[in-house]
Every structure is written in C-alpha cells, then in structure tokens.
C-alpha cells in the first residue's frame, strides 16, 4: 500500500480550513491542523480523531515565518511527509480607505498576505527538498479581483495571492510541484457571520447564482479534488468557486 498522503491546512479551526481538514481525513490522510486558535484546533482534531481520522495541531501564526518554518519541521518529523500545503488562513477586517488606520491595513496584509508567502515558500522548498511532487492551494477571493467598498487592505492581500500564485507556479514546475489559487465567492462562515452589517452579507448573496451562501463543505470538496493527480493539468491557475458571483 502507497504512504497515506499528509495535508497541511492554515486556518483549519474554522470554516474553510475546517470543513477541508474533515475532508482530507474522511478520505484517509493525515491532517495537521495550524491555526492561532488552539480551542478550536484541538476541537476540530478531536472531531477527526473520533471518526477515525488522523490529525493533530500546530499553533501557528502564519504572519511570523517561524512559526510556519516549524509548522513544516513539525509536520515532516511526525509523518515524514508534506504533500498537500492549504495556505487558507485569513482575516476579513473591513475599512474604508478614507478612514483607513495603518495599523488595521497591516495587520491584514500580515496576515492575508504574508501568511500565504510563508506558507508557499516554506512548504515548496520542504517539498523540493524531498523530491516530493506535491501541491499547494492559496485561498484568494473573488475580491482578488473585483472591486467593493471597505475592502481596501482585503482587496490588496487576494490580488497578491493571486499573482504569487501564478509566480510560484511558474518557478515550482520544473520540480513538479503545483501552485493553485482556490477563489471563493460568499461562503457561510464566521468571517462573514461576523459582519457587523450583515445587511451587506444579503448584497453579497443577491450576486451569487441563486441568490445563496455558499457552505465550507463545498470549498473542501473543490480543494480536495484540486489535490488530487487527476487534476494534475491545473497549474498556475485561480479555480473560481464562487458559484458565479458577480460585481
Ligand atoms: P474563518 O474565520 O472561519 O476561518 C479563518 C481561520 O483563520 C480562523 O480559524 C482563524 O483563527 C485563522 N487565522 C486568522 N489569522 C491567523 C493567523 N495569523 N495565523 C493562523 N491562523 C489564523 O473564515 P473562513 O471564511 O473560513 O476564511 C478562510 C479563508 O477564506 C480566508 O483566507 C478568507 O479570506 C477566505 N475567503 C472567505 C470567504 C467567505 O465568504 N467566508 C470568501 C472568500 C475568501
């Protein structure tokens, strides 16, 4: 039997990351779980574990290079492996620009942004190290793309994700690792049930085919069958699964 592949998911406490976790080990990987919160993290591993599942935590931020240097260390010494590295962790503070604190556009270009760098170049070169052909998804956004009020710093942080997407892809491929962007459009998570006005959620939903949010277990379900070798052909590219959001 071939060695069970091992994902590493940023932002697996919650939502997406979450909801891909549960994925990856219903079909018989292990799973490492990073994320700054460590209630949620234990609980969704213990989710897994009590299905049978193997997974454990790694408390990580991913704005510090360290911490996801070590999140990789620590995955490759308890399994010997990284195949899978889902740099999904984000934050979705909204501001306008005009009234913009350089504290709150840091804090999400720390996060947004160079939590997803760290992740990319940590884990391609443990995978290049390795020989290992594995592939890495970024969570961007439709907002990577399309404009909308009080999304400044958001904006910025998903269109990088999307060009340091491409890049990394362009450079990784001779060592046959893939670099793919995951764009989501309204997903029903806390990061929007968190909205303060969740009058501009409904505006949201009104953009998406059949007027809905789309739930985390169907962006697992697009990351996963993204990992896999069937979908070797797509490389370089930002899968929209935003269920034909438009601006
Ligand atoms: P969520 O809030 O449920 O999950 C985000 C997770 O990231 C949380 O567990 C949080 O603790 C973790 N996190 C935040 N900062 C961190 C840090 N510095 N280090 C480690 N972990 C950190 O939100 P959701 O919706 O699951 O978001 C996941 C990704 O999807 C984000 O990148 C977000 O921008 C993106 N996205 C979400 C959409 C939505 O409508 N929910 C739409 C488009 C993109």
Redesign the pocket.
């Known amino acids: 039997m071939s060695e069970k592949r091992v994902a590493v998911i940023?932002?697996?406490?919650?939502?997406?990351?979450?909801h891909t976790a549960i994925k990856f080990a219903s079909k018989g990987d292990r799973v490492v779980i990073?994320?700054?919160?460590e209630k949620?993290?234990d609980e969704t591993v213990a989710e897994i574990v009590a299905k049978g599942g193997e997974a454990f935590f790694v408390k990580?931020?991913?704005?510090n290079y360290e911490?996801v240097e070590r999140l990789v260390q620590t995955t490759v010494d308890t399994y010997g492996r990284i195949d899978v590295m889902f740099n999904?962790?984000?934050?979705?503070r909204l501001t306008p620009v005009l009234d913009m604190d350089l504290n709150h556009y840091h804090s999400v270009i720390?996060?947004?942004q160079h939590?997803v760098a760290h992740g990319i170049i940590a884990a391609g070169k443990k995978m290049r190290e390795l020989g290992i052909k594995g592939v890495i998804i970024n969570?961007?956004?439709?907002?990577g793309y399309l404009a909308s009020p009080g999304t400044f710093a958001?904006h910025a942080t998903?269109g990088a994700v999307i060009m340091m997407t491409k890049s990394a892809a362009l450079e990784m491929a001779p060592y046959g690792i893939r670099v793919i962007a995951v764009?989501?459009?309204?997903?029903?998570?806390?990061?929007?049930q968190?909205y303060k006005d969740q009058g501009m959620v409904d505006e949201m939903k009104q953009k998406v085919m059949g007027n809905k949010?789309?739930q985390?277990e169907q962006?697992a379900d697009t990351v996963y069958l993204l990992s896999l070798e069937e979908a070797s052909a797509i490389n370089g590219s930002v899968v929209m699964a935003d269920e034909g959001y438009a601006s």
């Open positions: 940023t932002g697996g406490a919650s939502g997406i990351g979450k990073a994320d700054f919160n949620l993290g990580t931020d991913v704005s911490d999904n962790a984000g934050i979705g720390n996060v947004n939590g969570t961007a956004s439709v907002f958001y998903k764009a989501p459009g309204v997903v029903d998570t806390p990061i929007i968190g949010l789309t985390p962006l």
